[in-house]
């Protein structure tokens, strides 16, 4: 679970869930506009973590932490 304070409707939330869904070893992502938080589910031996903040980032959100592990997401 990452801290993504920018997501702030639904459009955003399908962006992200759009370009996450596509990167090799990402099983399933959603995004909780509420708690603006983004919960992705992958195969740790097949998923580089660091593309797939890139690829939120690059969509103009920031990600800020890692909640479940606190983190800082790198």
Same mark, same amino acid.
């Given at each position: 679970?990452?801290?993504?304070?920018?997501? $702030?409707?639904? $459009?955003?939330?399908?962006? !992200?869930? @759009?370009?996450?869904?596509? !990167?090799?070893?990402?099983? @399933?992502? @959603?995004?909780?506009?509420?708690?603006?938080?983004?919960? !992705?589910?992958?195969?740790?031996?097949?998923?580089?973590?660091?593309?797939?903040?890139?690829?939120?980032?690059a969509n103009g959100y920031r990600v800020l932490a890692e909640v479940a592990t606190g983190r800082t997401a790198s």
């Amino acid at each position: 679970v990452w801290a993504v304070p920018d997501v $702030a409707c639904e $459009a955003c939330q399908r962006k !992200i869930e @759009s370009v996450v869904r596509p !990167i090799r070893g990402v099983e @399933s992502v @959603s995004v909780d506009v509420d708690a603006r938080q983004v919960h !992705i589910h992958y195969r740790p031996d097949n998923v580089d973590l660091a593309e797939v903040r890139r690829a939120i980032e690059a969509n103009g959100y920031r990600v800020l932490a890692e909640v479940a592990t606190g983190r800082t997401a790198s």
